[in-house]
């Protein structure tokens, strides 16, 4: 299968909060999305590893993504080695896809910063002939996504572009909270994190209100590209 997007996350449910709406909108206008997580989150301080599993499916039944899968990376530990270079370099060697997307390479959390810079890696090496990889024993050609894209986190940054995702917040919502484990439940009696404060759900929407905002909409989600990227004024005429 050939896919138009992949997203690349650290965990499960990274791709959701940080841009689900734009993955929805994709999907619902026929574009082929799919996601890879690196690990399985088994460092999480609420849930396990088959909690998340069944929340990721959900998820993707929401999204409505053509793949997921999980390489199954450690958690934690999230290293640029050549072994894990080469998992990522499989996936976009397989899948072909046209733009990927991976974490901004600056966040609080040190998996986040990791998996940026293990994507950026493997999708230049991905076009290096020299580099080989296979697939259920047959060589891999090799192949370079157009654009890398960056999503924002945890950390800011000043966006190349905002994408309107009014149209499909109320997905976005959906899927993140189909992580169930993660986030605020009064009767839960886990250690509170970082993001099941009862703030934090509405910090995702203020966030998605102050970038759509900026360019007229209700909810936007914001990207940045370490290129200039070419745009079409008649587009806007």
């Known amino acids: 299968m050939t896919l138009d997007v992949l997203v690349f996350a650290a965990h499960p449910d990274d791709a959701e909060l940080s841009m689900g709406g734009t993955i929805a909108k994709l999907t619902k206008d026929g574009f082929k999305v799919g996601i890879v997580d690196l690990t399985k989150a088994e460092l999480s301080t609420r849930g396990d590893v088959s909690t998340r599993k069944k929340e990721a499916a959900m998820a993707d039944k929401v999204l409505k993504t053509s793949i997921r899968m999980n390489l199954g990376i450690p958690d934690g530990d999230i290293k640029r080695s050549k072994e894990n270079l080469l998992k990522v370099i499989q996936q976009i060697r397989e899948y072909k896809p046209k733009i990927i997307f991976a974490p901004y390479s600056s966040d609080r959390h040190p998996d986040h910063q990791d998996a940026s810079a293990l994507i950026k890696h493997a999708m ?97 989600e914001p990207f940045y590209c370490e290129e200039k990227i070419e745009y079409d004024l008649k587009l806007l005429l």
């Open 124 to 220: 230049f090496s991905s076009g290096l002939i020299k580099i080989k990889t296979f697939k259920k024993k047959k060589a891999q050609d090799p192949y370079r996504p157009k654009k890398l894209f960056y999503y924002m986190q945890t950390y800011v940054f000043n966006p190349t572009f905002i994408v309107d995702v009014t149209e499909s917040f109320e997905q976005k919502m959906e899927a993140v909270k189909a992580y169930y484990s993660q986030f605020y439940d009064p009767k839960s009696r886990k250690p509170e994190t970082f993001i099941s404060k009862p703030q934090f759900i509405n910090y995702v929407v203020s966030r998605a209100q102050f970038y759509g905002f900026q360019i007229g909409k209700l909810y936007g």
